[in-house]
């Protein structure tokens, strides 16, 4: 378990890709248990541990997860959420390339529970919700893209149902459209930074994670990227 921040208050986990973040019908250990068993050890503390879960990740995608170590912390930053006060950079590679380089999307998202898919649409319609996200290409490879993307809103599977609608499905995505399986059962997005106002402290936090350091491909674009940063 790699932890990127930890307070008093807040505990941030760089979660791999296949983990779950919550318990589910598999029976996994979830990242929220690990977690748990991590303060309990770490701080020698009896009984039952408070640990919080204040936002969630697909299983597939990697990257930053928050949890609370303490009741106060939890439903100050479920507020900050709700409030939209979090800002999230997402960073996801692509087989295609965008034809445009940079773009803000709009759909109109609407899910499929039994199935655990969604599905956007150009045009409001019943029980659909209103979804939007920016991204810019920021790294390219001879065979791939790798996309920075901010979101505006949280739905269901939004970056990925959202750039396969533009012919970009993230790789691995094979629910959305891609071709080929990631090896490891993932697919190649990641929660790459997250900013906001610490909950208690009232100090700006700014956190990013790394790219997973076993991936040459996740190794290369990010080399891309900080090339064209600096151009």
């Not at 807040?10 to 318990?23: D, M, T």
């Not at 303490?70 to 087989?95: D, H, N, P, Q």
């Not at 290409?137 to 739905?155: A, C, D, F, H």
Request: charged residues 25%; contains cysteine.
């Amino acid at each position: 378990m790699e932890i990127i921040y930890e307070d008093n208050h807040l505990i941030v986990v760089n979660k791999a890709a296949g983990e779950i973040v919550q318990g589910d019908k598999t029976g996994d250990e979830p990242l929220l248990e690990r977690v748990r068993a991590y303060i309990k050890e770490t701080y020698a503390k009896p009984g039952n541990v408070f640990c919080g879960l204040v936002h969630r990740l697909d299983r597939p995608v990697a990257g930053l997860v928050v949890f609370a170590k303490t009741s106060k912390a939890l439903s100050r930053m479920c507020e900050l959420f709700r409030k939209g006060e979090v800002s999230k950079t997402y960073w996801a590679i692509t087989r295609n390339l965008p034809a445009e380089p940079q773009a803000r999307l709009t759909h109109w998202i609407t899910t499929v529970e039994r199935t655990n898919k969604s599905t956007a649409h150009p045009a409001p319609c019943p029980g659909a919700k209103e979804s939007r996200l920016s991204y810019r290409v920021i790294g390219r490879s001879e065979r791939y893209n790798l996309l920075e993307v901010k979101l505006e809103t949280g739905r269901k599977h939004q970056i990925r149902v959202q750039l396969s609608a533009i012919g970009c499905p993230v790789k691995g995505d094979l629910k959305y459209g891609d071709k080929r399986s990631n090896p490891d059962g993932g697919i190649s997005l990641m929660a790459r930074k997250i900013e906001f106002i610490h909950p208690v402290s009232r100090q700006p936090i700014s956190l990013i994670a790394p790219v997973p350091g076993g991936d040459p491909l996740w190794l290369a674009l990010e080399q891309s990227a900080a090339e064209n940063s600096n151009r």
